[in-house]
């Protein structure tokens, strides 16, 4: 899979080593990217508030806080009324961010110790408290600070990443500054793509300051930011003499009493994004309901194994876990389905039952946990799960041999050597069937020939963005089925 025509995504280290590349190897001067940075920075503040009454910069004591000063140079130059409160003992100022401290003071910028009720409700606050240097919880003056950035009820400009977010994991350490407008620097940090980042960031800016290119070849990253045009291009177009033997047949297995819908919603699914031939295994009891309500879809009453035989043998792809609850039932029918060999996609309960080891994982899976069956799976609890979401979805892929979408806010998708996030979808994605909607659009692209890593990867960003025009009308009450006709619109 061409992953190059995707953003790259970094770690904070890695941001670091992009910076050292650019100053060290190529010979660019820190205070030279730093100037950039604020150049950046300043210019989109004034293009977002034109004339602010006034402008507050809360330095650090790093380089996030030389990025500050600079800042408040060009805002004082500009006739801004600029204050800059230091956080942090200024005598730990030192390299690039003490230059600019420097620079500051000697132009006429007021530099005044922050004190517990400094931050004023009027103009724009730039926070330059922290940007990659945050190590652990955010401790003492700073997570003061933060609190009354995110008091005062300002308008709020990030720089590099909201002070107090993990740049690597999207997760907030202790305290988190809400920015409306978040400027970030050299390299797209994983963390303003996942979990609670979106909270935080406000609306984001990239800037690279013009920064050599080699310097993203001279460091590697292993995590790519998916975009749908690019991967809706690796569609095959259909020839005039197509026919639905051409585009597979997808078997759902699922529906168990109560849950009959799971099934209908991941087959209707399927169907919508262009399978060719769309069954369902289920009980007996469900099938005049399923064909009631999608006639094109042919669902099949199963008790047993055995009786699932004849449609594991003629289904090319299977989607298992809808609604399949993990009764002796459930557990016949996905041991069959897995002695199968089929390709197949595992999701729900189907997850649940191979977590309590009623069966194996073998090649051709294609896992789509949640966070909370993510941990059954690993063993550990979903709070780590979220802790760190990238190597969550690193472990599963390595335990269990498979591609994996880890859902969530900027679901995660890990296989073969790639690490793709889809930054799709929106909290109204958080009710019943959503994820049988998708195991039934990555079963469907399955079917359709794409190989399992392209088909998890467009299937999470087709279903995101599916639920993101869905939720124009408006997030709540946005439910599964609303997803269908969006998803072929955007499949053309
Ligand atoms: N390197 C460059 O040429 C450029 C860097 N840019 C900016 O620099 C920051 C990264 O700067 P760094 O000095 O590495 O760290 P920070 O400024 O983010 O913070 C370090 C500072 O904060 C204190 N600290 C760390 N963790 C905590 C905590 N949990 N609680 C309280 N205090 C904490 C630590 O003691 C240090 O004093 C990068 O984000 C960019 O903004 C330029 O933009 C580009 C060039
Ligand atoms: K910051």
Redesign the pocket.
């Known amino acids: 899979m061409d992953l190059t025509r995707f953003e790259t995504l970094y770690t904070?280290e890695q941001?670091?080593a992009l910076?050292?590349c650019?100053?060290d190897t190529h010979k660019v001067p820190?205070?030279t990217?730093?100037s950039?940075?604020?150049r950046a920075a300043f210019d989109c503040l004034i293009s977002t508030w034109p004339q602010p009454e006034c402008v507050q910069v809360l330095c650090?004591?790093?380089?996030?806080?030389?990025?500050g000063f600079l800042v408040a140079d060009m805002a004082h130059k500009r006739g801004i009324r600029t204050t800059v409160l230091q956080v942090?003992d200024a005598e730990?100022?030192t390299?690039?961010?003490l230059l600019a401290r420097q620079q500051a003071l000697a132009n006429g910028v007021e530099i005044l110790p922050f004190a517990e009720g400094a931050v004023l409700p009027i103009g724009v606050v730039v926070d330059?408290?922290?940007?990659?240097?945050?190590?652990?919880?955010?401790?003492?003056?700073?997570?003061t600070a933060i609190a009354e950035i995110n008091a005062a009820g300002t308008a709020v400009l990030a720089?590099?990443?909201p002070?107090?977010l993990c740049?690597d994991t999207g997760r907030v350490?202790?305290h988190a500054v809400r920015a409306d407008l978040t400027v970030t620097?050299?390299g797209l940090k994983r963390g303003l793509f996942t979990l609670q980042a979106m909270d935080y960031t406000g609306e984001l800016q990239f800037a690279d300051?013009m920064v050599p290119a080699q310097i993203y070849r001279q460091v590697p990253a292993d995590c790519h930011r998916l975009e749908l045009e690019a991967l809706l291009d690796d569609l095959v177009p259909r020839p005039a003499t197509a026919h639905k033997g051409l585009y597979g047949t997808v078997l759902v297995v699922g529906g168990d009493y109560g849950m009959a819908g799971a099934a209908a919603l991941a087959a209707e699914a399927a169907l919508r994004c262009g399978a060719g031939l769309v069954r369902v295994a289920t009980r007996p009891e469900h099938v005049a309901a399923l064909v009631a309500r999608t006639p094109e879809v042919m669902p099949r009453g199963v008790e047993s194994g055995e009786e699932l035989q004849p449609l594991l043998e003629a289904a090319d792809v299977l989607v298992v876990g809808p609604g399949l609850g993990q009764s002796p039932w459930a557990q016949y029918l996905l041991q069959a389905a897995v002695a199968s060999g089929k390709p197949m996609v595992l999701d729900a309960d189907g997850l649940n039952l191979l977590a309590a080891q009623a069966v194996q994982p073998r090649p051709g899976m294609i896992l789509t946990p949640h966070p909370g069956e993510a941990a059954r799976l690993l063993g550990i609890s979903t709070a780590a799960v979220q802790a760190d979401r990238f190597a969550a979805a690193r472990a599963l892929q390595d335990k269990f041999g498979a591609v994996v979408v880890l859902k969530g806010n900027g679901s995660l998708v890990a296989g073969d050597d790639a690490l793709l996030l889809s930054d799709y979808g929106n909290p109204g994605m958080a009710s019943g069937g959503m994820g049988d909607v998708l195991s039934g659009v990555i079963g469907s692209l399955l079917a359709q020939g794409m190989a399992p890593l392209q088909s998890a990867a467009l299937g999470v960003c087709l279903h995101g963005a599916a639920a993101d025009i869905a939720a124009e009308e408006g997030q709540r009450g946005l439910a599964a089925s609303d997803l269908a006709p969006v998803l072929r619109e955007l499949l053309g």
């Open positions: 904070a941001t670091r910076d050292r650019a100053i820190g205070i990217l730093m950039r940075a604020a650090g004591t790093g380089n996030n806080g030389g990025d942090g730990k100022i390299g690039d961010a330059a408290l922290l940007g990659t240097g945050l190590g652990g919880d955010v401790r003492g003056e700073y997570a720089m590099d990443i002070s107090g740049a350490l202790g620097f050299i300051l």
